[in-house]
């Protein structure tokens, strides 16, 4: 795959790596007319992430983890067809894979710390609450008829 744009970034310096990456091609449904039917240019990419040696460990086990519904054998497979061109197509699927991969390495969130609603902020609700009773209350005392 020479020439394709740079290499893909899945976070850091870690890269996809252009050797462990399976690509094979098929026609393309969809618009394109006589064109369609004579090229290849839907693609599926395929990225073994069972046996890589790219990523870090930890990052590896993250992803098998999150990503265990859509891989096949420890292999994870991304297609792209909405481009005519089969050059676009590989560019699509080679960032839609990054993006993939750096979201399912990406660290998990901080746990939430549960905070104390302050106590003025709760004694203003009450006192808001307790007024607003108040003026329906006082609607419904009066004598309209």
Do not use: C
């Amino acid at each position: 795959m020479y020439g394709m744009s740079g290499p893909h970034l899945i976070r850091g310096s870690v890269s996809l790596p252009e050797a462990e990456l399976m690509w094979r091609f098929s026609r393309s449904s969809g618009p394109g007319g006589q064109h369609v039917n004579t090229s290849d240019s839907q693609v599926e990419l395929r990225f073994d992430l069972a046996r890589t040696e790219a990523l870090p460990e930890v990052w590896k086990r993250r992803a098998l983890e999150r990503l265990a519904s859509r891989l096949v054998d420890g292999v994870i497979s991304v297609r792209a067809s909405e481009h005519r061109s089969q050059w676009r197509n590989r560019e699509a699927a080679a960032v839609r894979l990054a993006a993939l991969l750096a979201e399912a390495t990406a660290p998990p969130p901080r746990p939430r710390r549960p905070t104390r609603v302050p106590r003025g902020i709760n004694e203003r609700r009450l006192r808001e609450k307790k007024q607003r009773s108040e003026t329906k209350r006082g609607r419904s005392a009066r004598d309209w008829g």
